[in-house]
Nanobody, 124 residues
Framework: QVQLVESGGGLVQAGGSLRLSCTAS???????MGWFRQAPGKEREFVAA????????YYADSVKGRFTISRDDAKKMVYLQMNSLEPEDTAVYFC??????????????????WGQGTQVTVSS
């Protein structure tokens, strides 16, 4: 059983930064890891993903250039550095793990395990 626990959310002013962290159990280095977010009344949407050994990263157009995903396989951690935050970034952010090797990263259904989420609120 894989467990994911997010941390690092909070309240920040527009233009500020936050760093989200996700700690995982299981054979982490073989997982594709993703970050998703869900705002009230909206569907869960893809934010970023990183494949094993950080060979490739993927980003939603809305966060490209502002957010950076990274991973530390030794610590079984994945991070989301969020800069230049905007009120539209307000959401619950979820960490997710995909255990299969084929690279499908943008759909929530592609992921096998999810964390409980951490709230990010950006004030204007």
């Amino acid at each position: 059983q894989v467990q994911l626990v997010e941390s690092g959310g909070g309240l920040v002013q527009a233009g500020g930064s936050l760093r989200l962290s996700c700690t995982a159990s299981g054979p982490f280095s073989s997982f594709i890891m993703g970050w998703f977010r869900q705002a009230p009344g909206k569907e869960r949407e893809f934010v970023a993903a990183i494949v094993w050994k950080a060979i490739t990263t993927y980003y939603a157009d809305s966060v490209k250039g502002r957010f950076t995903i990274s991973r530390d396989d030794a610590k079984k951690m994945v991070y989301l550095q969020m800069n230049s935050l905007e009120p539209e970034d307000t959401a619950v952010y979820f960490c997710a793990a995909r255990t299969r090797r084929d690279i499908v990263v943008r759909l929530p259904i592609a992921y096998d395990y999810w964390g409980q989420g951490t709230q990010v609120t950006v004030s204007s």
